[in-house]
């Protein structure tokens, strides 16, 4: 509970935490460019998804893939579930990410979800062999390295952000100092 007659004090705090900050909004984001370096790449984690889900369109398309995969292909459902297998994934690896993140940290979190995402990939590309199965084993396991990222990057970027990125910030800085006193 915070205590009454605070307000003042949490007020000169708040007008010297501006003070410190400077310029805030988009202009804030060059101030620290490594930070502002570290999100851009942390962000591709997102990328991915829109991405595999785009490329897979194209591929199903394709008269070669067509060949290989018969049946998987010209059948709805199959080719539904050939679409929908990804997302499966996602599912999954946005359940396991949460308890990932809290134990290693948000950054080997992404490190061991890009290696999955790798795997998955590899797996598909190399599916000429093992047929319609290892298409979908490879599409769902990819999925939990997309899906994984797309959860805990932007929890990653919020953390190393420096406050004065969000505009809206400052009300929130002024609330956590008013309750800590």
């Given at each position: 509970?915070?205590?009454?007659?605070?307000?003042?004090?949490?007020?000169?705090?708040?007008?010297?935490?501006?003070?410190?900050?400077?310029?805030?909004?988009?202009?804030?984001?060059?101030?620290?460019?490594?930070?502002?370096?570290?999100?851009?790449?942390?962000?591709?984690?997102?990328?991915?998804?829109?991405?595999?889900?785009?490329?897979?369109?194209?591929?199903?398309?394709?008269?070669?893939?067509?060949?290989?995969?018969g049946e998987w292909v010209v059948n709805g459902t199959k080719q539904g579930w050939l679409v929908a297998?990804?997302?499966?994934?996602?599912?999954?690896?946005?359940?396991?990410?949460?308890?990932?993140?809290?134990?290693?940290?948000?950054?080997?979190?992404?490190?061991?979800?890009?290696?999955?995402?790798?795997?998955?990939?590899?797996?598909?590309?190399?599916?000429?062999?093992?047929?319609?199965?290892?298409?979908?084993?490879?599409?769902?396991?990819?999925?939990?390295?997309?899906?994984?990222?797309?959860?805990?990057?932007?929890?990653?970027?919020?953390?190393?952000?420096?406050?004065?990125?969000?505009?809206?910030?400052?009300?929130?800085?002024?609330?956590?100092?008013?309750?800590?006193?």
């Amino acid at each position: 509970m915070a205590p009454t007659g605070a307000g003042h004090f949490s007020d000169a705090a708040l007008l010297r935490r501006q003070e410190l900050v400077g310029t805030t909004g988009p202009k804030a984001l060059f101030k620290n460019m490594r930070v502002f370096g570290v999100a851009c790449f942390a962000c591709l984690g997102g990328l991915l998804y829109g991405y595999n889900q785009g490329v897979f369109s194209g591929v199903l398309v394709m008269p070669a893939f067509k060949t290989h995969m018969g049946e998987w292909v010209v059948n709805g459902t199959k080719q539904g579930w050939l679409v929908a297998i990804l997302e499966l994934g996602a599912w999954l690896g946005t359940l396991y990410i949460g308890f990932l993140a809290e134990i290693l940290s948000r950054k080997f979190a992404i490190m061991i979800n890009v290696v999955i995402f790798i795997i998955g990939v590899i797996i598909q590309a190399t599916a000429i062999s093992a047929g319609p199965s290892a298409i979908l084993g490879g599409r769902f396991v990819t999925g939990m390295g997309v899906g994984a990222l797309a959860t805990v990057v932007p929890m990653y970027c919020a953390e190393i952000a420096p406050p004065e990125v969000n505009r809206g910030q400052t009300r929130s800085v002024k609330r956590t100092i008013t309750y800590r006193i």
